[in-house]
C-alpha cells in the first residue's frame, strides 16, 4: 500500500479495478480547508488518462509490474513475434497491443516485455537505438543558419527528423522515448 502523500511519477497504483500509472502528482495546501494531492493518472492497458484527487492520507495498492527481457525476432503481418532467451519460448503480439513501441526496434534486438498479472500489455524499447538512414534529401551549404532540419526515413521505416548535414548511409542515434536525433555515430 502506498498512501497518496508518498506519490511520485512512474509509480503503479491498482484503483477502481484497473493498473494506473501515475504521470504528474501535486500537493496542493489551500489557505481554507485540508490539503490534497491533484494526480494525472494513465491508465496502463487502454492508455487513456484521466485526473483524480486524493486525500494525503488515501492508500492504494501498489501494482506490481514484471519486466522480462526479450529478444525482438520478426513482424508476420499484423503479428510481432519475441523470444525469451533464456528458455526460447516464444510469443506474439499483434500491432494494435503494441502501438508504436517498435518504430526504432530492428530485428533480433533485445526489448522488456511489461506484464501485470501475467499478461502482457507493453513492450519498453531500449532507450537508445542507432539506426541507418536509407532515405533523405541532400542538404545544402548555407542552409544551416536556423539550424534546420530535415526528414529522414530509417531502416526500420520511421522517419526521424535529422540535421542538414546528415546524409543517406550515415548511421544515427536516436532516443526512442521522444523519436529525437541525437548524434552521427
Known amino acids: 500500500m502506498v498512501s497518496a502523500g508518498d506519490f511520485r511519477n512512474g ?8 493498473v494506473y500509472q501515475i504521470i504528474e502528482f501535486q500537493h496542493v495546501k489551500p489557505g481554507k480547508g485540508a490539503a490534497f494531492v491533484r494526480t494525472k493518472l494513465k491508465n496502463i492497458k487502454s492508455g487513456g488518462v484521466v485526473e483524480k484527487t486524493f486525500r494525503p492520507t488515501e492508500k492504494c495498492p501498489q501494482a506490481r509490474i514484471d519486466r522480462r527481457e526479450m529478444q525482438y525476432l520478426y513482424a508476420d503481418g499484423d503479428l510481432y513475434n519475441f523470444m525469451d532467451t533464456e528458455n526460447y519460448e516464444q510469443m506474439a503480439m499483434s500491432a494494435a497491443d503494441i502501438q508504436d513501441s517498435m518504430k526504432f526496434v530492428k530485428e533480433n534486438e533485445m526489448v522488456k516485455m511489461l506484464s501485470h498479472n501475467g499478461s502482457v500489455f507493453a513492450v519498453e524499447p531500449p532507450l537508445f537505438v542507432e539506426l541507418e538512414i536509407t532515405e533523405t534529401e541532400p542538404g545544402f551549404k548555407g542552409d544551416t543558419a536556423t539550424g534546420a532540419t530535415k526528414p529522414a526515413t530509417v531502416e526500420t521505416g520511421a522517419v526521424v527528423y535529422v540535421p542538414l548535414f546528415v546524409n543517406q548511409g550515415d ?8 523519436g529525437e536525433y541525437l548524434s552521427r555515430v
Open 11 to 18: 509509480i503503479t497504483i491498482e484503483l477502481e479495478g484497473n
Open 171 to 178: 548511421t544515427i542515434k536516436i532516443d526512442t522515448r521522444t
